[in-house]
């Protein structure tokens, strides 16, 4: 089941929707669903619980992901890319930098909560001078 739902956008918002949506042929709605959902699924991750930012601090992509990537990089710097595996190539781009700034984000967590310094102590537990 689905719910329909108005929205109004800033123009800069909805400029850049429709920058992705046409050089990922997509639709603009599509576009928008995928930021909405995207976004429902990542909480701040200064509202997680400590265990989940250290597992982002270290999150990369799949290998599975890395190598479909390193594929279309390869095809398309080559000329070799058809219009669908470019949408998959830049979906794949999206996930991978998405990626990078939520893990950029989530490093600072743990020193603001000074989980980098209790997981030294659990490691080296002599008392320090």
Same mark, same amino acid.
């Given at each position: 089941?689905?719910?329909?739902?108005?929205?109004e956008?800033?123009? !800069? =918002?909805? @400029?850049?929707?429709?920058?992705?949506?046409?050089?990922?042929?997509?639709?603009?709605?599509? =576009? %928008?669903?995928?930021?909405?959902?995207?976004?429902?699924a990542?909480?701040?991750?200064?509202?997680?619980p !400590?265990?989940? =930012?250290?597992?982002?601090? !270290?999150?990369?992509?799949?290998?599975?992901?890395?190598?479909?990537?390193?594929?279309? @990089?390869?095809?398309?710097?080559a000329?070799?890319?058809?219009?669908?595996?470019?949408?998959?190539?830049?979906?794949?781009?999206?996930?991978?930098?998405?990626?990078? %700034?939520?893990?950029?984000?989530?490093?600072?967590?743990?020193?603001?909560?000074?989980?980098?310094?209790?997981?030294?102590?659990r490691? !080296?537990?002599?008392p320090?001078?």
């Open positions: 089941m689905s719910q329909k739902v108005t929205l956008l800033p123009e !800069d =918002v909805a @400029q850049r929707i429709r920058h992705v949506a046409a050089h990922s042929h997509r639709t603009f709605e599509d =576009v %928008v669903v995928e930021s909405i959902e995207r976004g429902a990542e909480p701040p991750i200064e509202s997680l !400590d265990a989940d =930012v250290l597992r982002l601090c !270290d999150a990369e992509m799949t290998s599975v992901q890395q190598q479909e990537l390193e594929q279309l @990089q390869d095809g398309a710097r000329g070799r890319i058809s219009p669908n595996e470019r949408g998959q190539l830049d979906d794949l781009l999206r996930t991978y930098r998405r990626g990078l %700034v939520r893990k950029a984000q989530a490093l600072r967590v743990p020193v603001q909560r000074g989980l980098l310094q209790r997981a030294q102590e490691q !080296d537990p002599r320090r001078p």
